[in-house]
C-alpha cells in the first residue's frame, strides 16, 4: 500500500475544508511533522481540548500514523 | 469492528481505574526521570517545575496501552495529561497553560518565579519529534 507523503499545504486544505471559516497555517517539510496554528469561529467558548479534538477530527487515524506529529495551537477568532 | 461501548477489556479497566484513582496522571513515553520524547518531556518538566505530585505511566512497554488509552480518552498522542479524571491535553496544551498560568491554577500550586521548563526540556531532547505508532 502506498502512501503519499503528507504535505504543510493538504494539511492545511483539509484544516479549512473540515472547520467551518477555519484559517491554517501549516508549517513543516519533512513530510511527517507539523506545526499548526488554526484559527476558527468554531472554537469560540470551547476548552483548549474540544477545539484540538476538532483539528485532530480532520484527520482521524492518521495523526500518529501517516502525519506522525502535529503540533497545534488553536485560537478562536 | 471495535466496540467502544463496554469493557470486556482489562487493559482498558485498569487505565480507566488509574486515572479515577490519580488525582495527576500523565501518560508519557519513558519516565519522568528518562523521557523518551521531547514531548513526554517537556510535559513532565512543566509538572515538576510546579512541583506538583503526579503519578507518570510509561505507555512504551506495551504498545496496547496506548491503543486503549487513546480509545479511551479519544486523544491520539501521547503525552496525555489527566486531572481529576479528565483529559487536560497533550504537550501543546499543557505547556501553553504552564506558561500562562492555569496550570498551576488547575493543579492548585503555586506558579514558580523563575524560567518555564525550557532549560529542562533542552536537555532532554531537542525539537526533534518522535512520535510513532507503527
Redesign the interface.
Known amino acids: 500500500m502506498a502512501t503519499t507523503m503528507a504535505t504543510k499545504e493538504e494539511l492545511k486544505e483539509r484544516i479549512e475544508a473540515g472547520i467551518p471559516g477555519a484559517r491554517a497555517e501549516v508549517r513543516g517539510d519533512d513530510g511527517h511533522h507539523f506545526e499548526a496554528v488554526v484559527t476558527a469561529p468554531a472554537f469560540a467558548g470551547l476548552s483548549r481540548i474540544a477545539q484540538h479534538r476538532l483539528v485532530y477530527d480532520v484527520f482521524g487515524g492518521e495523526l500518529g500514523g501517516r502525519i506522525h506529529a502535529l503540533a497545534l495551537q488553536t485560537k478562536a477568532e | 469492528m471495535s466496540d467502544e461501548t463496554q469493557t470486556q477489556n482489562p487493559l482498558r479497566d485498569a487505565i480507566d481505574d488509574a486515572i479515577r484513582s490519580n488525582e495527576v496522571i500523565l501518560f508519557m513515553k519513558g519516565t519522568p526521570e528518562q523521557p523518551m520524547c521531547g ?1 513526554s518531556a517537556r510535559t513532565s518538566a512543566a509538572l515538576q517545575a510546579l512541583e506538583a505530585p503526579f503519578a507518570a505511566v510509561d505507555i512504551l512497554p506495551d504498545p496496547r496501552i496506548r491503543q486503549e488509552l ?1 480509545a479511551l480518552s ?4 501521547i503525552p496525555q495529561l489527566f486531572v481529576r479524571g479528565e ?7 499543557v505547556m ?2 504552564y506558561e500562562s498560568g492555569e496550570l498551576a491554577q488547575l493543579l492548585g500550586v503555586e506558579q514558580p518565579g523563575g524560567e518555564p521548563a525550557q532549560a529542562d526540556a533542552a536537555q532532554a531532547a531537542p525539537l ?2 518522535e ?4
Open positions: 514531548f487513546s479519544n486523544w491520539p498522542t483529559l487536560v491535553g497533550g504537550c501543546d496544551i501553553e497553560m526533534s519529534i512520535n510513532r505508532l507503527g
